[in-house]
């Protein structure tokens, strides 16, 4: 999906504004990016696959630069913060490999902790942390408890600390859930009166969910804390 430039640029949004993207070439880190570049702002990704996946690509991605790291060795990337405005922390999991360290408590809650402390250092003023506004069915507990014990850890910190919590975010191609499962999410969400049923746990595009973030990320003077229900997020463009 191309996005034209100054798209999505509407007034309360700041200018000129250097974002850090942790898991920038994902399912909606990737898209975040991709509106932060329409607007003019500089943007930096840290993810340890580097770029996006040559499927979803297109001409702005040569406007970020793609660090390859982990974000659990802040060392290969910290230097990328010197001159960053805004965190936007999009990393977490559905399924683990506790074998590859791939676990709800390390990627899910202890990833963001290491990104948030590492942005404070740093003298970032913002740190956007995507989180979830409930657990998926048929997974550990653990999902959610490790979200809300990282929300806790990083609320007092220095800079501005915005949190948006989603509900099952579908798209088209949603790497976490089977595809009849994003079928049925996206029926749903698509239905505005029957998506606002849900309240919180409503299910959102990924188009919306990125689009949110991204605002959340740029204007002049966001909410805090925890962001969540439909009249916001309802608020974000399709």
Same mark, same amino acid.
Request: hydrophobic fraction near 40%.
């Given at each position: 999906m191309e996005v034209p430039s100054g798209a999505y640029h509407a007034p309360g949004l700041r200018s000129? &504004?250097?974002?850090?993207?942790?898991?920038?070439?994902g399912f909606i880190g990737r898209? &975040?990016?991709?509106r932060a570049v329409a607007d003019g702002h500089e943007v930096t990704s840290v993810a340890r696959s580097g770029p996006p996946a040559p499927e979803h690509r297109g001409s702005?991605?040569?406007?970020?630069?793609w660090v390859a790291a982990? &974000?659990?060795?802040p060392?290969?990337?910290?230097?990328?913060?010197?001159? &960053?405005?805004c965190l936007v922390h999009s990393v977490g999991v559905i399924d683990e490999d506790p074998t590859a360290g791939v676990t709800f408590e390390r990627v899910n809650g202890d990833s963001a902790l290491v990104a948030a402390l590492e942005a404070e250092r740093a003298g970032a003023d913002r740190i956007v942390y995507v989180s979830s506004s409930a657990k998926p069915p048929l997974v550990r507990e653990a999902y959610i408890s490790a979200r809300r014990r990282a929300e806790a850890a990083i609320a007092d910190l220095d800079p501005t600390v915005v949190i948006p919590r989603f509900g099952p975010v579908y798209g088209p191609d949603q790497p976490h859930f089977p595809a009849v499962a994003n079928r049925l999410f996206a029926a749903v969400g698509r239905v505005e009166p029957v998506a606002r049923l849900f309240g919180a746990d409503r299910p959102l595009s990924v188009e919306r969910a990125a689009d949110v973030t991204y605002r959340l990320a740029a204007m002049g003077s966001p909410p805090t804390g925890v962001v969540t229900g439909p009249e916001w997020i309802g608020s974000a463009e399709e």
């Open positions: 000129d &504004v250097h974002l850090l993207v942790t898991g920038g070439n898209r &975040v990016c991709e702005w991605t040569d406007a970020v630069e982990d &974000v659990f060795a060392h290969e990337w910290r230097d990328r913060l010197e001159t &960053v405005d």
